[in-house]
């Protein structure tokens, strides 16, 4: 669990700092976070001679496995309890609690895809090792999806080409408005989420009085 919230606290120091490595060492930035963006801006820079292109899918792919041999170590010690920690959707609860029914190539399958984008990942590893997968199929099926997905996004990026770098390099320009923009946009969600349950609870608390305020009007 300390080693979750270890990446955890990784991801949120790294993410302000996204904008500064993204024009100056998006390979780098790749490895560190496995964000698609990095991929696509690294494969752009490879696109106008600036990197070779192996070393963007390379650092790509390896930058989203890095850690996911976490997630099926959890998912081998603690089973369903941790599914549970990584989502609140009952589906996904009910589905992956089904994993060990299910035919080892659909669960092979799903760790090869949990790489798209909306795909819970976390819940589909854990399913796995849940289900039995042992850590070598896993890591090389974790491998082979994000290695197409990077080869998938690498190629966009390096099609676009100068046109994607100037892009990166107008974000770098802004690299502190964006940085700071990222910190506050992140402070201020979960403020204006309790806002509104706040309001929302409020309203459900005065509604009954009011009810009955207006049938005595009534009467």
Do not use: C
């Amino acid at each position: 669990m300390g080693a979750i919230l270890g990446v955890v606290a990784l991801g949120m120091v790294v993410r302000p700092l996204k904008p500064f490595l993204l024009a100056s060492h998006p390979a780098a930035l790749e490895f560190l976070t496995g964000d698609l963006t990095a991929i696509g801006a690294a494969a752009a820079f490879a696109g106008v001679g600036e990197l070779p292109l192996w070393l963007v899918v390379v650092a790509g792919a390896a930058g989203m496995v890095k850690f996911d041999w976490l997630t099926w170590w959890a998912g081998r010690q603690w089973g369903g309890g941790i599914i549970r920690m990584f989502t609140t959707s009952e589906r996904a609860q009910r589905v992956a609690g089904r994993a060990a029914e299910l035919n080892p190539w659909v669960v092979r399958t799903a760790v090869v895809l949990a790489v798209l984008p909306g795909v819970p990942s976390a819940v589909v590893y854990a399913a796995a090792a849940w289900a039995g997968m042992r850590l070598a199929p896993f890591l090389l099926l974790d491998l082979a999806g994000a290695l197409l997905m990077t080869a998938l996004v690498a190629g966009l990026g390096y099609w676009l080409g100068q046109h994607a770098v100037d892009v990166v390099l107008l974000v770098d320009r802004y690299a502190s408005v964006v940085s700071l923009t990222t910190i506050a946009g992140a402070a201020a969600i979960p403020l204006v989420k309790r806002r509104i349950r706040r309001d929302a609870d409020h309203a459900a608390a005065s509604a009954p009085g009011e009810a009955r305020e207006a049938g005595h009007r009534r009467g």
